[in-house]
């Protein structure tokens, strides 16, 4: 601890130095260990107010995608409402910084406390930001009753406790980050037990009712064969019965690869405009042999002018075989059985009406279950069970319902009800009609289509939104392509875009013509084969789709180029939903994505962004004269544990020779302690200057800052690792050591030269 003996940090001159440092201690320890945000809150208002006699403390939590901040004060059970920070006062202002505000007494110069808490009637105040690991997640801010100088123990005291309320902070999101990668660890598990289970019942359930087609087909077989030659006649019905149970066999295996398929997601949906009557006649007819065999009569009402209905016409003509084929299969012989259509301009429905047993009405959820069959007198229907599961997983794929109810007379009504048009759902709808109103958002996809080019080097992107009326896709942005082009629509859930949209999952392509999800031919102005679908995902809802074309290279595109297009949506989203949530917002668009551009300008600076801090520190170090042990252990420090390290680590001989160099960076505990010390001796928390500062803290310092400028937050932009040079520049000799700063431009300059000869030879070759 380094406030000394004697020295007092009260205000008052009442309060002892070692009472003070038993709170404090105290405090620290709660936050060290509490597991609970708001015993965090309350235990650093508690403390403030007993070590610095402050009059109020206020943790701000920052909202990731917003950027809007939720209050929370001590005593209360969560946070309060989400708010937009006011520009430049003194909350919005540390969030931009980063960096700590003492304010002794108001004054013009300085940023003002908002008004909410007290504005400029307060005394003196400070904001303290709340980072820890690299992260920002808050602001703490402690207001004084009247002014007062913050002593260097103060401030000490006021940086220990933002420290650990950071960490504590820190580590709840860690914690329940951790508990969400469990649970889907957990799920994913489940589902694959569960795809396991799902195999070894079909297997039983396939296997169990072939025997009694086999056994069957056999038996008739060997009778042919042992009747005399000449009795031609006789044979003709066994001839049938054979014929009968090889389609069953059929039919049992269809439904057995249809559901797989259905269920894994491998069957794509081929969106189309079709007549219901089609798939109506398509069923009777396949099915009137068997009809004609059971003595069933099967009769198709549809109204003349009944028009066309959206759908996928493969899928739906298989739903309405399974449910006339069960009709046929349980009627009475002879029977009837009716197929119905109907519907108004919203919706459609499909009736299929039996004089069968009718279903138990207790089993009527059931029997849409997999491998579920009606039990009757003790005794299970024969069956897969599995043409009904199907019929469900269908109707939900277009969005609709399907029920059975029993029919007035005997017998049952089986009725899936459908919408006529394939559109997105209405809150979908809603909130593209609040972003098609907002021109400064729809410049800000219009910039985003062509960062996304220039990211991706490919020649076409083209970004659909939800049109609110009409429930389809509409283009709003585009970049290399033609102008029929731009008139196009896809329908939710038609085409690539369409299915990225209703799924709200992104897509890769390798090649569109032999993918076994599309199978489609290639468009003639696309001249490769391969894209990228992502869905604009905006508060939750999906409301449309970016799709890349054409790479430049003309190579297909890779799981990377994916990662980098979804990042890019994903901070295109945050932004538009702030805008939409917070329309005052006093960042723009055009700002936002002027912080999105100096990011992702180049790959090259993307790349070295997203360098583990431990790699840099490592390089630096070695730079500056330590050794490979002292340089490792550093990285260590500066970017806690990284992937390439502890491999390195593992395969590290214990018996390797030191190179003989004399340690230089300084010990463990001093580095940690001068990593916010500055050279010009204005850092916490003992003030330390130039080489007094161990030079291992003072490169740590250097590896935060350039990671904080090519990071940004949501209150800071992030600039490219070329302007982030330039500002360190700037920053040498104050808050750098010049060395430092030198050497983290030689570092930089050798990679970034690399990386562009590499590409120049690529390029040329
Ligand atoms: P399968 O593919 O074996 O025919 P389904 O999933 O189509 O099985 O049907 C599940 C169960 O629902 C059947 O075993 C039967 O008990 C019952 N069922 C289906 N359709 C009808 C119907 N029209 N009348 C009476 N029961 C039916």
Known sequence: MPARRGQRPSPNGKANGDSVLARLAEALFVLRTSPDLGALVDTVAAAVRSTLHAKESHVFLIEERTGAVRPWDA???????????MPNAALESTLRSEEPLFVAAPSADLPALEH???????????????RARGTLDGVWVATFGGSKAFTAADRLAAHLLADALALGLERSRSDRFLAERALAAQRLEARAEEGEGLLGQMLSVVAHEMRTPLTCIKAYAETL??????????????????????DR???????????????????????????????????LLTMAPEGKRRKVEVSAHVPETFGTVEGDLDLLKQLCLNLVSNAIKFSPEPGQVE???????????????????????DQAERIFERFYRVEQEGRRVPGSGLGLAIARNITELHGGRIVVTPRAGGGSVFTVTLPRVQRAPDEACQLAAELWERRDCLRLLDDAVALASEALEAQIVSLMLVDPQRGDLKMAAALGLDESALKRRVGFRGGVGGQALAQAAPVLVNDIETDPRFRRPNHPQYSTKSLICVPLIVAGRSIGVINVNNKRSREAFGEADLALLANLVDRVCSAVERSLAFPESPESPAETMAALRASIHLREDLALGQRPAGAVAYGLARRLGANAEEARLLSRLAGGVDLESVEAETEAKPSRKRDGRAPVLGSVRDILLGRSERWDGKGVPRGLAGEAIPLGARILSAVDLLHDLTHGSPHRQAVPAAFALEEMERLSGSRLDPRVQAAVTDLLADEVGERRAGRGRREAA
């Open 249 to 283: 066999l059929g039919r049992l295996l269809m439904n057995a690869l249809d559901y797989s398929r259905l269920e894994s997601g491998q069957k794509s949906f081929h969106l189309t405009t079709l007549k219901p009557e089609d798939l109506v006649t398509d069923a």
């Open 75 to 85: 005593g209360r059970a969560g946070p309060g409402e989400a708010f937009l920070p």
């Open 339 to 361: 197929v119905v259509v109907s519907g108004d301009e919203e919706g459609w429905r499909l009736e299929v009406m039996d004089r069968g047993p009718g279903i138990p009405e």
């Open 225 to 246: 064969i042992d009747a005399p030659a000449d009795e031609w006649e006789s044979r003709a019905p066994f001839l049938e019965i054979i014929n009968e149970e090889c």
């Open 116 to 130: 909410s808490l007290g504005g400029k009637r307060a005394g003196a105040f400070f904001c303290m930001p709340l």
